[in-house]
Structure formats: structure tokens, C-alpha cells
């Protein structure tokens, strides 16, 4: 009864420096500070869960305070540190040292933990070199234990060391953390871990086929703690680690069958599809792994179509490298495309296994990613046609109104503004910047209305729009929202549509857009954007001359406030200029 028996995280947690797994540089650079003698007053060791920063700080504290430093300090190679042979390494093995204290920092947050610290840290050591604190989980100490902590960090006695702790090194404030000396714990490597596994698993008697080890290499995302407590899971529901074990205990579906799944899309068989979804009992694996892994599976053959290496087993290596060779670059990129779309929707739903049989359906039967079948690019300009023919029928005669300063019957502005034959890709541009105003996104909206149609060849679906360069800085966050408007792009130009745009001096700063009006002459009509008669929706307001919106019932509240002098309103000039608008007063 009086026997603890530990688990295998604790049994084999590290005493010694070369025990330490995956961490060669962190190992390297403390036990040379301890072979020059030369130790620092603060150490801080970050880095993620379950690499070894706990352990790593009690074998520096014991190695710090060994008997046997000087020997090691004279032959290093001889002698390995700490002895775990002296009374202060069996004390510190033990947990019994007087001069090592170990505070937890998520228990012990507030100023008067901070200031006993302080006081007792003033005593000299009792059977050491020096007291050694260690305050692991140091980033969840306040702003005003850091501030508390700070002067004694900078200066401590010369019988203290620190050391912190801390999966979260952004939460230290810079003023500590620019006092410590800092270690970074990387996380393990597969191959490292799988070595270290089939270690532990030979002296404790478990067995373990090497599939298996690896699948927890992976699952454990570099952290050795996590790994040996699976490890420790599937022994005690299997008896044995094997694969099939550790797939049953994480709910994640295997390999071979996620690419026997990939086989059936690519051959496009629905009812093969749904049949295979039920012969694995599809419901009862992790949506979310499963999620996560056809989104590697697919990365990784993009990366075997150009013959590079991908980290899989021999089997499902050879078989995915087959299935590879199946697929296009253009499908592969539209399946992932698909995904992403999707993500945010699967990370809200209650039923995401019946999206992800969903969209899985919708692949196999050569769906986009817009709800919508893939349109050919005749039936595309036919849907394109008519829609701008029932736009044009919305005007008449009357709706054409003189502006002073412009001359409908201008022919040279006639001929900037191209013939009344709009080709079809201009149409489908047009098209698609009107969809865009259902996004309810003024930025966007803004960007895409002054834009101009250059080009779109149909062999490489690429469609080239050009801007001016001065929105040359909005190309990033064009890219970065490529969710809300790609789906549309797709809707109007097919799926593998790829848009380039063109930043150019060519296009005046101050945009002009067309709007295209049928006169009584059936002749195209270009008129400048700032003058276009558009409803407005916001009831109660109208739109005037001066570029302003007057609103009789909120104008007292919100006056207007006139930035037409560029002189005296010069960053309004310039935000107006990008995005039309209007200036009130608040």
C-alpha cells in the first residue's frame, strides 16, 4: 500500500542532461554555462507542452548545486552531470532540497506571493551554491507581480537564480523578459519521438507495433508528455498498441481508407460513394480529423504530382502516389478550394458529418464550391446576355438627363467608351462586380467597381483586370479575401477562373465607370461615375450636386461638412478619392 506507483510520464521524466531528448542546442548551451562557470541571474525556458522545460530547469537547479561540478568543470567528457550520487542531487531527486524552490505561477499570481519571494530570496542558501526558483507557468503571473518582480530579476543576490517557465512567452511583459536569458524548447521530431517511444515501451514490457507508435508521433504534435499518456490510454483499454487500437481510442479514420475514399471522387461514382460511407459507419470517426486529413492527403499529392517526398507510410506512400498521377493540378486546387470555402461553416455546424458527406457528394459529382453546376462558357455568355438585356430594359428615355459639363452626344467620348457590342468578357465582368454589391462590403465593392476589363483567355482561364496603381496596397487583402468574393468570381467565369490583376499607370487616379443606357438612338451612353443617378437606400435622402447626401430628418442631428477644399481637408480629398462617400460631423 505504501508503494506509488507513478505513471509512465513521471517514471520516465529526465535526470540527467543526456537523457534529454530533441533539444541538442538548449542542452548545449546550459551545460557549457556550467562548464565556464558562467551562470546568469535569470533564465527564462519557453517553448510548447510536454518538451521537457519543467524537467529541463530541475536537472539544470540539481547540476547547478552537484557535488561533482568541479570534476565536471575540469573533464567534462568523464563525467556526466548532474552525479545523482551526492546528497544535494539525492535530495533534489527526492524533492526534498532546501535551497530548490518550485512555484507554481497559475496558483500564485498576485504581489503578495511575489513579495515573499523577494524576502526569502535574501536568505543565503543552506546546503547549495545557490537558491534556485523556479516559477513555472510564469505567464500567468499579473502585470503587478511582473512590475513586483522586476527590480530583484535585474539585481538579485548572488545566492539566487531564477528561472521561468512558460508555454506563452508573448504574455511576459518585455521589460522581464529582456532580462532573462532565454532557452527555446523546439518541438520533438517524429523519428526522435518514435525512438524514445520504442524505448519506453521495451523496458516497461508493452507491446507495440511501429505504425501505431507513429500514428501517437503524430497525434502528439511533438510533445513527449502527450505521447507516453497515450501510450499509457490504449495499454490500459487494448492491452496492446496497435494501430487499429489507436485509431479506435482517437476516433480517427486510417489512411488507406481516406485514400480508397479519394479513389471513388476521382471516379466520380455517387452511389459508390454512399455505399462506402456506410460500410466504415462513417458517423462514428472525429468529423474534425477527418476534415484536417483530407486536407494533408491533398496537399500531399499536389506535392507527389511534382515528385517530392511525403511523410506516410510505404502502402499508403505508394498508393497516394498512384492516385496522384489521376488527378489534375486544377482539381486537386478546386477540392481544396472547396474546403476552405467551407471551413468556417463546418467549424459552427451541430451536423458535421452531414456537411462533409455533403460536400464529398458534391465532388463526386463534379460540383463547385458555389452551390451552384459548373457552367460552360457558351451557356455563361447566354446567362450574361440576358441578364444585362434586362438591366438595359430598365431605362428609357426619360431617365437621360443633361449635367452641365457633359455632352451625351460627345463623339470622342463615344469612342473612349467602346462600340455597343460589349464582348462577352467585359459582360461577365460586369456582371460580377453587380453581384459583389450583395456582399454589403463598401471596401470591396469600391475596389472592384474601378477595375477594368483587359483580357480572359479561355485556355488558361485566366482573367486579367487592370486598376490603378494606386491600389497597388489593397492586392494583400484581395488575396486574403478570396472567401467572399472568389465564389462569385467562379459563379459568373467557371470554377478554375484565375484572376490576375494589373496595376497600371494607365488608368487616371479618379476612376470612371460605365453605365451602360439605352438612348432612344440605341446608342451606348458613358456618364462619370460621381454624376450616376442611383437609388439610394436610405429612405428620406437624396443626392446633390455637391457629391453630398441630404437627409431632412437627420441633418440636424449629423450636418454635412464640406471637404471640397482640398486644400483645408487634405486626407478627406484622399480617402474620397478611393472611397466615395460623405463627411459628417459628430
Known amino acids: 500500500m505504501n508503494d506509488i506507483q507513478l505513471n509512465l510520464a513521471r517514471k520516465w521524466r529526465v535526470q540527467y542532461f543526456d537523457q534529454i531528448i530533441g533539444q541538442e542546442l538548449s ?7 556550467l562548464y565556464r562557470g558562467h551562470l546568469f541571474p535569470v533564465y527564462l525556458f519557453w517553448g510548447q ?19 561533482g561540478l568541479p570534476m565536471f568543470q575540469k573533464e567534462p567528457k568523464s563525467h556526466s552531470m548532474p552525479c545523482m550520487q551526492c546528497s544535494s542531487c539525492l535530495a533534489m531527486q527526492a524533492g526534498k532540497h532546501p535551497d530548490f524552490i518550485e512555484i507554481d505561477a497559475a496558483s500564485h499570481t498576485g504581489v503578495d506571493n511575489v513579495r515573499q519571494i523577494i524576502e526569502s530570496a535574501a536568505f543565503l542558501p543552506i546546503a547549495g551554491r545557490k537558491k534556485i526558483y523556479l516559477i513555472d507557468e510564469a505567464h500567468m503571473l499579473s502585470k503587478a507581480a511582473f512590475n513586483a518582480l522586476l527590480k530583484i530579476l535585474e539585481e538579485p543576490p548572488a545566492s539566487a537564480l531564477f528561472i521561468l517557465a512558460t508555454t506563452d512567452p508573448q504574455k511576459i511583459i518585455d521589460t522581464v523578459r529582456s532580462r532573462c536569458f532565454q532557452v527555446w524548447f523546439r518541438h520533438i521530431d517524429i523519428p526522435v519521438l518514435i525512438d524514445h517511444l520504442q524505448l519506453i515501451c521495451s523496458k516497461e514490457s508493452i507491446y507495440a507495433d511501429k505504425e501505431a507508435l507513429t500514428l501517437i508521433a503524430h497525434q502528439s504534435e511533438g510533445s513527449v508528455r502527450d505521447a507516453i499518456n497515450m ?30 475514399l479519394l479513389e471513388i471522387l476521382c471516379r466520380h461514382d455517387s452511389a459508390r460513394l454512399v455505399t462506402f460511407l456506410h460500410e466504415i459507419s462513417f458517423e462514428r470517426f472525429d468529423a474534425d480529423y477527418m476534415w484536417k486529413r483530407l486536407v494533408e492527403l491533398l496537399r500531399m499529392m499536389i506535392f507527389a504530382r511534382y515528385g517530392l517526398s511525403i511523410s506516410l507510410t510505404h502502402d499508403s506512400s505508394v498508393a497516394l502516389h498512384r492516385l496522384a498521377k489521376k488527378y489534375s493540378i486544377i482539381q486537386l ?48 455568355q447566354s446567362v450574361v446576355e440576358t441578364v444585362i438585356r434586362e438591366q438595359d430594359q430598365d431605362y428609357s428615355d426619360d431617365d437621360v438627363e443633361d449635367d452641365e459639363g457633359i455632352n451625351d452626344t460627345n463623339p470622342d467620348e463615344d469612342t473612349r467608351s467602346g462600340s455597343s457590342q460589349l464582348d462577352q468578357g467585359a459582360r461577365q465582368w460586369s456582371l460580377f462586380v453587380q453581384q459583389i454589391e450583395a456582399l454589403e462590403d463598401p471596401l470591396l465593392l469600391s475596389i472592384f467597381k474601378h477595375g477594368q476589363y483587359r483580357s480572359y483567355e479561355a485556355s488558361t482561364s485566366k482573367l486579367t483586370v487592370a486598376f490603378a496603381k494606386q491600389f497597388m496596397f489593397f492586392q494583400e487583402w484581395l488575396e ?34 460605365t453605365a451602360v443606357r439605352q438612348t432612344s438612338q440605341n446608342r451606348p451612353v458613358v456618364e462619370p461615375k460621381a454624376l450616376q443617378r442611383q437609388p439610394s437606400k436610405y ?25 471640397s477644399d482640398s486644400l483645408l481637408w487634405p486626407k478627406a480629398t484622399m480617402i474620397l478619392r478611393h472611397f466615395p462617400g460623405i463627411v459628417r460631423q459628430y
Open 49 to 67: 507542452r510536454g518538451t521537457g522545460k519543467t524537467s529541463m530547469a530541475r536537472v539544470f537547479a540539481a547540476a547547478i548545486n552537484c557535488q
Open 27 to 33: 542542452v548545449k548551451m546550459l551545460k557549457n554555462s
Open 231 to 260: 501510450i499509457e490510454q490504449v495499454r490500459f483499454a487494448q492491452g496492446r498498441v496497435t494501430k487499429d487500437a489507436v485509431l479506435s481510442l482517437l476516433g480517427h479514420i486510417d489512411d488507406s481508407s481516406l485514400i480508397s
Open 539 to 563: 429612405p428620406g435622402t437624396q443626392w446633390n450636386r455637391q457629391n453630398s447626401w441630404q437627409n431632412p430628418q437627420t441633418q440636424t442631428k449629423r450636418p454635412l461638412v464640406d471637404v
Open 333 to 380: 486546387t478546386e477540392f481544396l478550394q472547396l474546403l476552405y470555402v467551407h471551413e468556417r461553416l463546418f467549424a459552427k455546424t451541430m451536423g458535421k458529418h452531414v456537411l462533409l458527406e455533403m460536400l464529398l457528394l458534391r465532388i463526386c459529382q463534379g460540383g463547385n464550391s458555389n452551390n451552384e453546376p459548373t457552367m460552360n462558357p457558351v451557356s455563361q
Open 480 to 513: 486574403g479575401s478570396t472567401v467572399s468574393w472568389k465564389p462569385l468570381c467562379d459563379k459568373t467565369f467557371g470554377s478554375s477562373i484565375v484572376l490576375s490583376p494589373l496595376f497600371t499607370d494607365e488608368i487616371a487616379p479618379i476612376i470612371v465607370s
